[in-house]
């Protein structure tokens, strides 16, 4: 088969219903969590080579073997990343589009909480905590994987935010800022798109940076914990998950620089 004949087919693939992600090569920092679980279990499942990373090899190596015996044939890979070190996680980056040729998306899962019953007992030694985990980690994959993101036909890079970094209570001042810090960051990564795309002559951004926004998430074993708690407005692992696929399903221009809420607005 012909090159021309190849990216043709390719298209037609991609142009199919479900077809956005068929082929697509996404990497997924905190992949071993129970989001980043249901997160390779989706991607695999429409047809894409997921690429995880985790800071426990362990807790990475589950996961990536949940979502390749789920769906048998599908390339699941995991990594041992420091995402707090830039030179390892840019390292990452090229390893991937040097292995499979391409990267199509970045999805950050890396999470870390903090909090206090009042403000005025906020630990500065949770920021500290905070800021590595929700900043920094965030800061490296963006510079790392940016570059590959713009080359590709469908890049997204896709961020999962809190409520609470648009609405900040008193005794989540740490948490809240460190998320809000973070979304600031990302949109502008959109704005780096945006303007990438101009250049190129496009009519919008040929690539994405978006921002899903959950109150807080929920899964099975938090269910099995507490069964009489409601968890109102949380939101399931496997319903951010889909979210996620979605914004694939999208054209960049309809997500790049946006937050999708997947909750209620405050």
Not at 49 to 64: C, H, I, K, M
Not at 75 to 102: N, Y
Not at 201 to 210: D, R
Not at 230 to 239: I, L, Q, R, W
């Amino acid at each position: 088969m012909s090159d021309r004949a190849t990216e043709n087919t390719a298209q037609e693939a991609m142009d199919m219903g479900n077809g956005a992600l068929s082929g697509a090569v996404i990497a997924v920092a905190g992949a071993g969590g129970p989001a980043g679980r249901a997160t390779l279990l989706r991607l695999a499942e429409a047809g894409a080579t997921v690429v995880g990373s985790d800071n426990d090899p362990e807790r990475l190596a589950e996961a990536v073997d949940a979502a390749s015996y789920a769906h048998g044939g599908a390339t699941v890979v995991g990594d041992t990343v420091d995402l707090l070190d830039l030179k390892s996680t840019r390292e990452w980056a090229t390893r991937i589009e040097k292995d499979f040729g391409r990267v199509d998306g970045l999805v950050h899962l890396v999470g870390g909480w903090r909090g206090s019953e009042t403000f005025t007992k906020t630990v500065l030694d949770d920021w500290d905590l905070l800021e590595l985990l929700l900043i920094r980690t965030v800061q490296h994959t963006s510079l790392a994987f940016h570059e590959a993101l713009q080359r590709s036909d469908r890049g997204r890079y896709v961020l999962t935010s809190a409520a609470g970094a648009s609405n900040p209570t008193a005794g989540n001042a740490a948490y809240a800022a460190a998320k809000a810090a973070a979304e600031a960051w990302t949109l502008a990564m959109a704005d780096f798109f945006r303007k990438a795309g101009a250049s190129e002559g496009a009519e919008g951004p040929t690539s994405a940076a978006a921002i899903l926004v959950v109150k807080a998430l929920v899964h099975e074993a938090m269910r099995a914990e507490r069964p009489n708690a409601k968890f109102a407005g949380f939101t399931d692992v496997k319903e951010l998950a889909e979210a996620i696929a979605g914004v694939w399903e999208r054209p960049a221009a309809e997500v790049n620089g946006k937050r999708l809420w997947l909750t209620e607005k405050p």
